[in-house]
C-alpha cells in the first residue's frame, strides 16, 4: 500500500516508519512503540533497527511490552539483553516481571545474571534475589536457585524441591532449610529414600541442637544403630527425660562410654542400670542407698537380680539405719528368710514400726500356709478322683463286633464258629489286634514316632 504526498507516491511502512521517528522527537515513547507492533509486524530486521532508536532514547521500557517473542518473529538475544539491561538499571520491579514472563530462550541467562551481580543494590535486594533464583532454575543451576530462595526466606523452596525433585542437591543447605522451616524440612530430611541418614549427620555435626532433633526423629521413625552412640550423647544433654528408655531399648552403644558420661552428669538411675547389665550390682545398689536414697527402688533392684550377695548388702545397710528396716521386711518377703533381717538387730535398737511390720510378715506366711495347705488338699483330692475314674475305665468291658477288623492283617477280628487260636489284644487306645499280628507291644497306629526315634 502506497500513500500519495506532494512529490510522489511513499509506501505505508516508510511513512510508518517517518512518522515512529517524529514521534520519538516528540517524547511520545508509548505512541511510537504501538506503532511499531501495529506496523512491523514479524519483520525481525525491521523490529531490530527499530529498537535501536528506542536505545538512543534510553526508552526501551516503553517498548518492551510490545517486542515480538514468538517463534515465528524472535530478535537477536542482545536485544532482549539490552532491554533487560535498562530494566535493571531503572525499574528493578519491571525487571523481575519481564524474569517472570518472557521465555528464558530469549537472552544469555549467564550474561544476565552476571549483570545482576555487578548492580546489585541491597535496597532492591528481595527483587534481585528473585530474579537470580529464577535465573538459576531456568539454567538448571538448583543448587543456586534454592541459595537464593533461602536467602530471600522464600518458604516456596520446599515446592521447588518437590517439584524437581533436587533431594541430591540440598545436602549442603540443610541447615539453612531448617532454619528456614523445621517442621518442612524435617519431613524431607527424615525420608531415607530422599537422602541419606549419614548425609544429614555429616552436615548436622556443627549444630548439636539440630542434630538432635534430627537424629530423636529418626529413632522415631526407623531406629539406627549406627547413631545410637551419638544419639546418647545428645540425649545427656537436651532430653535427659529420654535417656534412660534408649538406654534400655538399644544395644547399639558402648556401654562404658555411656557410664562415663551418666558418671560426669551425675546421673544415678541411669548409672544403676548401666551397672546393672555390667555385673557390678554392688555398686549399683549402693548408688541407690546412698545417693539415690530410694529404699523401695532398692528392694526392686535386688529383687531383679535376686542375688544372695545383694540382698546381704542390702539388710546390713538397713541394720545401719533404723529407719528402713520395717521397709526391708515387707520388702523381702517370700524372696529372703525375715530371720536374717531380725537377727541382726542389735538387743535394744529403736526400730519405727518393727510390730507392725512383723504382725504383717506373719499375717503373710500364716496366708500363705493356709494358701499351700488348701492348694495341697484340692492337688489330693483331684488325684484321688481322677484315680477312681481310670480305674472305673479299666474294668469296663469293650465290645468287639463281627464287623471290626486288625488294624495289621485287615481279616476281621472274629470269624463265626472259629476263633483266632492265640486269641485278641485290646488296647486302651481302642484298636483291637490279632495276638499273632502283633510285632511289639505298642499300638501301631497310634505310634509315637519322635519317641521310638529318640529310643532308637
Known amino acids: 500500500m502506497e500513500i500519495s504526498t506532494r512529490e510522489g507516491s511513499l509506501p505505508r511502512l516508510s511513512v510508518a516508519r517517518l512518522y515512529i521517528n517524529h514521534l520519538l522527537k516528540l517524547k511520545k515513547y508509548e505512541d511510537a512503540a504501538k506503532l511499531c507492533l501495529r506496523e512491523l509486524g514479524n519483520n525481525r530486521d525491521l523490529w531490530e533497527e527499530e529498537v535501536f532508536k528506542f536505545v538512543r532514547c534510553q526508552q526501551l521500557r516503553c517498548v518492551s511490552a510490545y517486542l515480538p517473542t514468538s517463534e515465528d518473529c524472535r530478535l537477536d538475544p542482545h536485544v532482549y539483553e539490552m532491554v ?223 542375688d544372695d550377695d545383694l540382698w546381704n548388702k542390702l539388710i546390713d545397710e538397713s541394720t545401719q539405719q533404723p529407719e528402713i528396716v520395717t521397709k526391708v521386711l515387707d520388702g523381702i518377703v517370700d524372696y529372703v528368710n525375715p530371720e536374717l533381717v531380725v537377727s541382726k538387730i542389735k538387743l535394744g535398737q529403736n526400730i519405727p514400726h518393727l510390730q507392725e511390720s512383723l504382725v504383717k510378715m506373719l499375717w503373710h506366711y500364716n496366708l500363705q500356709e493356709e494358701v499351700m495347705k488348701l492348694a495341697h488338699q484340692i492337688q489330693l483330692t483331684d488325684y484321688f478322683d481322677t484315680h477312681a475314674e481310670v480305674v472305673t475305665m479299666q474294668r469296663r468291658g469293650r465290645n468287639v463286633s463281627y464287623d471290626q477288623v486288625c488294624p495289621a492283617c485287615f481279616r476281621p477280628l472274629i470269624i463265626v464258629d472259629n476263633l483266632p487260636h492265640n486269641g485278641l489284644t485290646i488296647f486302651n487306645c481302642g484298636h483291637i489286634y490279632h495276638e499273632a499280628c502283633l510285632t511289639d507291644s505298642r499300638c501301631g497306629e497310634c505310634l509315637d514316632w519322635d519317641t521310638i526315634l529318640a529310643e532308637t
Open 84 to 306: 533487560l539491561y535498562e530494566f535493571l538499571k531503572f525499574d528493578v520491579n519491571g525487571f523481575l516481571n519481564l524474569i517472570k514472563e518472557w521465555p528464558p530462550q530469549l537472552y544469555d541467562g549467564l550474561a544476565v545474571i552476571n549483570a545482576i551481580h555487578d548492580n546489585f543494590r541491597k535496597q532492591h535486594a528481595n527483587e534481585l534475589l528473585e530474579s537470580l533464583a529464577l535465573l538459576y532454575s531456568y539454567q538448571a543451576d538448583y543448587e543456586s536457585a534454592l541459595r537464593m530462595y533461602l536467602k530471600l526466606q522464600n518458604k516456596d523452596v520446599f515446592e521447588l524441591i518437590r517439584r524437581f525433585e533436587l533431594y541430591g542437591v540440598i545436602s549442603k543447605l540443610i541447615i539453612p532449610l531448617i532454619q528456614l522451616d523445621r517442621e518442612r524440612a524435617f519431613k524431607i530430611l527424615l525420608d531415607k529414600s530422599k537422602i541419606k541418614p549419614e548425609v544429614v549427620v555429616h552436615q548436622l555435626e556443627q549444630n548439636q541442637e539440630y542434630l538432635y532433633w534430627y537424629l530423636d526423629g529418626l529413632e522415631k521413625t526407623d531406629s539406627y544403630g549406627a547413631f545410637h552412640q551419638k544419639l546418647l550423647v545428645l540425649y545427656a544433654k537436651y532430653d535427659r527425660s529420654k535417656l534412660l528408655p534408649f538406654l534400655r531399648r538399644s544395644n547399639d552403644y558402648v556401654i562404658q562410654e555411656a557410664l562415663a558420661i551418666c558418671k560426669r552428669e551425675g546421673f544415678h538411675p541411669e548409672m544403676v542400670y548401666l551397672l546393672g547389665r555390667m555385673g557390678s550390682v554392688v555398686e549399683a545398689l549402693n548408688i541407690i542407698i546412698h545417693s539415690i536414697k530410694d529404699i523401695e527402688m532398692a528392694i526392686e533392684f535386688c529383687k531383679e537380680h535376686n
